[in-house]
């Protein structure tokens, strides 16, 4: 059994296309999030989503928009793709919610590698 | 803003040689958490040190957690094949603890 799946693993499109990766855990965690690692592999967060409400929202462009329809789902929608968006995205849950949330270890998806040409 | 450094970015050691990676973050962190990635896959989590000074040992992997929280290092010794990847550290600083901040990671190579 999955833990936590992402769709879909392998992403290539071209600039200025829009784009959506489907993220669901299935451990009844009440937190998702949204990182990016670039080629350099740096991991760094961008969402954070606690029972549908998010949390965390770093300086994203706004290009990106996350939508979590319950608490199992956090979907990441990406418009007007450009080049340097090219990297993999991981989605991870963890238990826990408020400060202690990070008290709890994190469990990531395989990941969704996006090539933007 | 808060960083998370790691060094060595890479280390490439032969089968049975020991291997350390360290953390050093700018601001105390209330814990830290060690992930490793293998090539192609995704960050799993090995560990997590709470406490001031804490040391725990899994197998041949030893974790720290310095006396200020401010770094933390992990120790391989005589390592295998099976532990090559890409080991993260990550914690949450205590100003504001409400994000988890990770190292850039070292990448470890084992020739055999």
């Known amino acids: 059994d999955t833990a936590v799946s992402q769709t879909p693993k392998y992403l290539v499109t071209q600039m200025g296309n829009d784009k959506s990766i489907k993220c669901e855990q299935n451990?009844?965690?009440?937190?998702m999030y949204w990182y990016k690692q670039d080629s350099k592999k740096f991991l760094k967060i961008m969402f954070s989503?606690?029972?549908?409400?998010?949390?965390i929202n770093e300086t994203v462009p706004n290009r990106f928009s996350p939508k979590s329809p319950d608490k199992a789902h956090l979907n990441l929608h990406i418009n007007s793709l450009e080049l340097g968006d090219s990297a993999v995205y991981f989605c991870a849950s963890s238990q826990g919610f408020g400060p202690r949330v990070y008290y709890y270890e994190q469990y990531f998806g395989p990941g969704t590698r996006l090539t933007v040409t | 803003g808060q960083q998370v450094m790691q060094i060595p970015q890479y280390q490439h050691v032969q089968e049975g040689e020991d291997f350390t990676t360290y953390c050093n973050s700018s601001?105390?962190?209330?814990?830290i958490q060690w992930y490793k990635q293998r090539p192609g896959g995704h960050p799993v989590f090995l560990i997590q040190l709470v406490k001031s000074g804490e040391v725990k040992k899994q197998k041949r992997l030893t974790f720290q957690f310095g006396e200020a929280k401010k770094n933390s290092s992990l120790h391989i010794t005589a390592t295998q094949t099976t532990d090559v990847g890409t080991y993260f550290c990550?914690?949450?600083?205590?100003?504001?603890?409400?994000?988890?901040?990770f190292g850039a990671g070292t990448i470890l190579r084992v020739k055999s």
């Open positions: 990550a914690g949450p600083p205590v100003e504001y603890g409400n994000k988890l901040v």
């Open positions: 451990l009844g965690h009440d937190t």
């Open positions: 989503y606690n029972n549908k409400e998010l949390i």
């Open positions: 601001t105390t962190l209330s814990n």
